[in-house]
């Protein structure tokens, strides 16, 4: 995390990853029991991860993608000196329109704080990680790694992507994926 040449957003994170793991694994770690790697797994994951990636960038512009010699290179990161100046601008408007997004959902966020009769303070959550969902009668709880609890009175989901939201145990490798 103290390596040098990366950006502060980059290594903030780093920590907030190495936080995640940490907490996650506390009990695997204390015990010195590390997971047995699972190649077959592993080689799933790579897999889909570079199926996703190729699938990704084939929908950017034609204007890059034409210059692009190999797709499967290029999910490896790999690319000519025109391909980066072509790209360059391009990720830097897609970063602009990013931020600009977050920071519509700040405003929107902090709009609607005010019709709260107590503070939540809900943008110190963006940096955190969700370890779980409790649905108690009709309030939710978001757990999350550094062990706060944010409860949800007479909460409702209105929109998901899957049933089960996360799914993570920190005794069984790869869970959560």
């Known amino acids: 995390m103290n390596e040098q040449g990366i950006t502060e957003e980059e290594r903030k994170l780093r920590k907030c990853i190495y936080r995640y793991y940490a907490k996650t694994c506390e009990k695997r770690i204390a015990a010195g029991a590390p997971f047995v790697f699972d190649e077959n797994h592993a080689a799933r994951k790579f ?3 570079l199926r996703q990636k ?8 034609p204007t890059i993608l034409d210059k692009v010699a190999d797709i499967g290179v290029f999910a490896f990161g790999y690319v000519s000196e025109e391909v980066k100046r072509l790209l360059k601008p391009y990720c830097g408007e897609l970063k602009r329109q990013c931020k600009g997004v977050l920071k519509q959902a700040e405003r929107e966020t902090e709009k609607a704080e005010k019709y709260l009769t107590k503070r939540l303070g809900v943008s110190e959550y963006t940096e955190l990680f969700l370890t779980d969902i409790i649905f108690e009668n009709e309030d939710i709880y978001l757990l999350f790694d550094n062990g706060e609890k944010l409860l949800i009175k007479n909460g409702e989901i209105l929109e998901r992507e899957e049933e089960k939201l996360f799914a993570w145990n920190a005794d069984i490798p790869n869970s959560g994926w």
């Open 47 to 49: 897999e889909e991860g």
């Open 54 to 61: 190729i699938e990704l960038l084939q929908h950017m512009p």
